[in-house]
């Protein structure tokens, strides 16, 4: 039996200091349906995942941003934490990569903290989204709607709160990945 996903490559953009479980279960959910996913990071190595405020376990990094390219891939997903987005919002290889699935419709999916690098993209204006509760302003002076939901599936971009909500997110994050591409989105 193949998985929703089979054929189907995805990168996670993230770096040190990443929720664990907002990579971890993600990624396991993807291969669990077949997909192939590449945890893409500025830098080479491993990438140190928390637990909120504690160090939780290192995760290998498949490639760096300087050899990925956004063209390689079906999806990309964002995960949350404070540190990780924060510094991706930062580097302009993260946020050109993100932008780029945008420009290509493509489906993103983040959670968390993950939004900010869109915020950064210039990619939120006229969406709606959620996110962690403290990002809502970023969002709303970035010209998108938040809203106070599990997850939100908006023309081929997921987004959820917290790891509470990992159990819908993986599900929403695997039908919107499953569908055709929606095709190129203006530039907002």
């Not at 907002?22 to 830098?43: F, M, N, Q």
């Not at 917290?162 to 530039?187: N, S, V, Y």
Request: aromatic share 6%; net charge negative.
């Amino acid at each position: 039996m193949t998985g929703k996903l089979e054929g189907k490559r995805v990168a996670i953009l993230a770096t040190d200091g990443f929720e664990q479980s907002e990579l971890v279960e993600p990624r396991k959910a993807l291969e669990g349906e077949g997909a192939i996913v590449d945890v893409v990071s500025p830098h080479d190595g491993r990438i140190q995942g928390m637990r909120h405020h504690d160090k939780a376990e290192a995760t290998p990094v498949s490639r760096t941003l300087a050899d990925a390219r956004a063209e390689e891939y079906d999806a990309l997903v964002l995960p949350g934490g404070v540190a990780s987005p924060d510094t991706l919002r930062m580097d302009s290889r993260a946020v050109g990569f993100a932008r780029a699935f945008f420009a290509d419709g493509k489906p993103v999916a983040a959670i968390c903290h993950g939004p900010w690098t869109l915020v950064e993209a210039g990619v939120v204006r006229g969406r709606t989204l959620t996110s962690w509760p403290s990002l809502q302003t970023d969002i709303r002076n970035a010209g998108g709607s938040w809203v106070d939901q599990p997850v939100v599936s908006d023309n081929g971009l997921v987004t959820s709160r917290k790891p509470a909500d990992l159990a819908q997110f993986c599900a929403a994050m695997i039908a919107e990945f499953a569908r055709p591409p929606h095709g190129p989105r203006p530039a907002p």
